[in-house]
């Protein structure tokens, strides 16, 4: 039951290591390095849900911050005349709700030095765990045509963190990990 155990945890610890999923898209007959300055298309961020105790005037502004500080490493600039912008920048806050069901086991028969099994009877127990996983998607657009040439996401649990320099520095990492991918190569 020990090493059954051990297992579990340890199965449960690699599991928690695991990179949140990354995932981009983009029209490769785009020459991205033609790209120089951006702006906003509004409204920058979307909300879905559009429920007010994740739409926030605080989070819009630390995803903003965010953006433009990853678009400036990349080298474009915010352009002087928005509606002239090469790029069109524009996000999206998704939220959905989740279950996942985990079953745990104890007691069971082992092999011992002799020849058969000792040991009681195995028994499962089964929970239903609950939790919303927040997505952050960017969207890329040609400010000539309008069309999307680059799309990039990434997701993660949805925690309560009650510190907002921790919230920022979560969007900060989200937005990064989204943005690392562009410009595609």
Request: aromatic share 10%; charged share 25%; hydrophobic share 40%.
């Amino acid at each position: 039951m020990f090493r059954r155990s051990l297992l579990v945890a340890l199965l449960l610890a690699l599991a928690a290591c695991q990179a949140p999923p990354l995932q981009r898209d983009f029209d490769a007959s785009r020459d991205f390095a033609a790209y120089r300055d951006w702006a906003w298309r509004e409204p920058a961020l979307q909300y879905r849900p559009d429920d007010p105790r994740l739409k926030s005037d605080l989070t819009e502004q630390r995803v903003r911050e965010a953006i433009a500080e990853q678009l400036e490493q990349r080298g474009l600039r915010p352009a002087r005349e928005p509606a002239a912008a090469q790029l069109q920048v524009q996000a999206w806050y998704i939220v959905d709700q989740r279950s996942q069901t985990v079953t745990t086991y104890s007691g069971g028969a082992w092999m011992g030095y002799w020849p058969g099994f000792w040991g009681g009877p195995a028994y499962a127990d089964s929970r239903t765990l609950d939790y919303q996983v927040a997505t952050l998607q960017i969207d890329l657009f040609d400010g000539r045509d309008g069309k999307l040439v680059w799309r990039g996401s990434t997701e993660d649990i949805l925690r309560r963190e009650g510190d907002p320099a921790a919230r920022a520095q979560r969007i900060r990492q989200a937005v990064a990990r989204v943005l690392a991918q562009y410009p595609p190569h």
